[in-house]
């Protein structure tokens, strides 16, 4: 479990290190400015709570909480 939980936060990170070094600066902002790092900016935090949002309902199908499947 908290092998996943890692790989997620890792993924996270390494999704906006090459999203705001790479692509913001060199592709984003020459072709479409202001207007399109707004909408960049948003998908990423979006993308984000999507990816972290998982993690909760991992714990309830597994029944994290109950002490039936859980693994201490």
């Known amino acids: 479990m908290k092998k996943r939980i890692s790989l997620r936060i ?4 390494s999704l ?3 999203l ?8 984003v902002y020459p072709a479409f400015g202001k207007s399109g790092i707004s909408v960049v900016v ?3 935090v979006l993308i984000s709570a999507v990816v972290l949002g998982t ?4 714990n309830k ?6 002490g039936k499947y859980r693994k201490d």
């Open 55 to 58: 993690l909760s309902f991992e």
């Open 16 to 18: 906006h290190m090459i």
């Open 10 to 13: 890792f993924f996270i990170g």
């Open 61 to 66: 199908n597994k029944g994290d909480g109950n």
């Open 20 to 27: 705001y070094l790479y692509i913001v600066p060199f592709i």
């Open 42 to 44: 948003i998908l990423a």
